[in-house]
């Protein structure tokens, strides 16, 4: 069983909708994750950091964790066509820095 | 501040060749992990150095090797490439030793490897 599960989409939003993207994990000793975007041909790059249940807003991104439900989500608010990307989520290693990313969605925003 | 740097950015080798791969890290950043990326495994953890010493390694043959300099410079070595090998090589770098010290990890651009 992969730790971290991702739909790898894509995900088709208009331009100005919200955009919903979803991480499951299996590891109940999770207690942080990281949301990381990636542009076609680039390297990913940190967007959001979230270690406590609840949401937490960043510009127009807010990232949710539900510990209970062992669910994080990645909204972004006000989709603009720059946000077309695949998004990372992993789960913050309990030591060193060894990192299990999900397989990522691919997002497209549609002018 | 410099980013993490990585060279080359693209290359091409023939089967059965070898490859170094070369990283350095953020000022400061004593961490250096390796991460291969390809359209049908995703991103996918190699080995992690910190102090020059390898912490962590992940599901790969012993084919992939690599080591991390004084200067937390680091590179990565492929022998007896494979098809298979084609990917993105991302090298990441992360200012503390992980687990609770704070381990945000900063990606550089890449090295493009494609074997023939």
């Known amino acids: 069983q992969k730790e971290v599960e991702q739909n790898s989409g894509p995900l088709s939003v208009p331009e100005g909708a919200i955009a919903s993207l979803n991480c499951t994990y299996s590891?109940?000793?999770?207690?942080?994750f990281f949301w990381y975007r990636q542009y076609s041909g680039k390297s990913p790059e940190l967007i959001m950091f979230i270690y406590s249940n609840g949401d937490k807003e960043d510009g127009r991104f807010t990232a949710q964790l539900n510990k209970a439900s062992q669910y994080v989500s990645l909204l972004i608010r006000d989709s603009q066509p720059s946000d077309s990307a695949t998004y990372l989520c992993a789960p913050r290693p309990p030591n060193f820095n060894k990192f299990y990313f999900g397989s990522g969605t691919k997002l497209n925003v549609k002018p | 501040k410099a980013g993490v740097t990585q060279t080359p950015r693209y290359l091409i080798k023939t089967r059965g060749q070898q490859v170094t791969l070369s990283c350095s890290p953020i000022?400061?950043?004593?961490?250096v992990s390796w991460y291969q990326q390809t359209p049908g495994q995703g991103l996918q953890f190699l080995f992690e150095?910190?102090?020059?010493?390898?912490?962590n390694k992940g599901n790969f043959p012993g084919r992939f090797s690599g080591r991390q300099f004084s200067n937390s410079r680091s590179e990565m070595n492929v022998s007896t490439l494979e098809l298979g090998d084609s990917a993105l090589y991302l090298c990441?770098?992360?200012?503390?030793?992980?687990?609770?010290?704070?381990?945000?990890?900063?990606f550089g651009e890449g090295s493009w490897l494609t074997v023939v």
């Open positions: 590891d109940r000793g999770s207690q942080s």
């Open positions: 990441a770098s992360s200012l503390g030793a992980g687990g609770g010290s704070g381990n945000t990890i900063y």
């Open positions: 150095y910190f102090s020059e010493t390898q912490r």
């Open positions: 000022s400061g950043h004593r961490s």
